[in-house]
């Protein structure tokens, strides 16, 4: 599994669109980009899945450069409740495991 | 929606007790996962399990064992608990091949006194 580098924390403020880049310098041809979203006290929630250019949902949107070694999250007109860890995994969806690292901590100011 | 149910969501065991952590999904996916989640840490994948009685190990599966009887049922069991496997434990299903989109349980906080 190629590994992912992204923000420890982040701030930001209500209303405001938010995004957060995670690199993967080493992304296989077959990887495909997916991100989690997690509250305290509760298990991670798919948000977002893609494998280049740009894939919106009605949550999120995800922008994947044309050599694949990053991707952008981008979440707009963030609320209090958007406050949670985002995490960046990179696999193909064959893998056997599925790796997250530390997330980035996302803290939305009133 | 997919549900992913644990059995307890806070548990306190002592050293040494066998403790066994029960996890249940409704939609008939293959594969299950075990992860545990420590601060400063994020999630480490403990066992997982992509058909009935089959299993892997994942990153950190020493201390733990896992047993899938039945496809919706993926047990972990700590043969021998101990301080440092006080965690939260994280349980999450997949379908199979589409092993990147987890669902997952609401956890189970394990205090081994």
């Known amino acids: 599994l190629a590994k992912t580098t992204q923000p420890i924390s982040m701030d930001s403020y209500e209303g405001q669109e938010v995004n957060i880049t995670c690199s993967h310098n080493?992304?296989?041809?077959?990887?495909?980009i997916t991100w989690y979203q997690q509250f305290p006290s509760q298990g991670p929630r798919f948000i977002i899945q893609?494998?280049?250019t740009k894939v919106t949902n009605e949550v999120a949107s995800l922008f994947i450069p044309a050599d694949r070694k990053s991707s952008t999250l981008s979440l707009p007109r963030v609320s209090l409740s958007d406050t949670a860890v985002y995490y960046c995994?990179?696999?193909?969806?064959?893998?056997?495991?599925?790796?997250f690292g530390k997330g980035t901590r996302l803290h939305i100011l009133p | 929606d997919v549900k992913v149910t644990q059995s307890s969501r806070y548990l306190v065991k002592r050293t040494g007790e066998k403790v066994f952590l029960e996890c249940v999904q409704d939609?008939?996916?293959?594969?299950m996962f075990w992860y545990r989640q420590d601060p400063g840490l994020g999630l480490r994948l403990i066992y997982f399990?992509?058909?009935?009685?089959?299993?892997e190990k994942g990153d950190i599966p020493e201390g733990y064992s896992v047993s899938r009887e039945k496809k919706e049922r993926f047990s972990l069991i700590l043969e021998s608990a101990s301080t440092n496997q006080t965690s939260m434990y994280l349980c999450?299903?997949?379908?199979?091949?589409?092993?990147?989109?987890?669902?997952f349980g609401s956890g189970t906080q394990l205090s081994v006194l």
């Open positions: 995994l990179v696999g193909e969806n064959r893998d056997d495991k599925i790796i």
């Open positions: 939609m008939d996916h293959e594969n």
């Open positions: 399990s992509y058909d009935v009685k089959m299993k």
């Open positions: 080493n992304i296989a041809t077959n990887d495909y």
């Open positions: 893609g494998y280049k």
């Open positions: 999450a299903s997949s379908l199979e091949g589409i092993y990147e989109k987890l669902f």
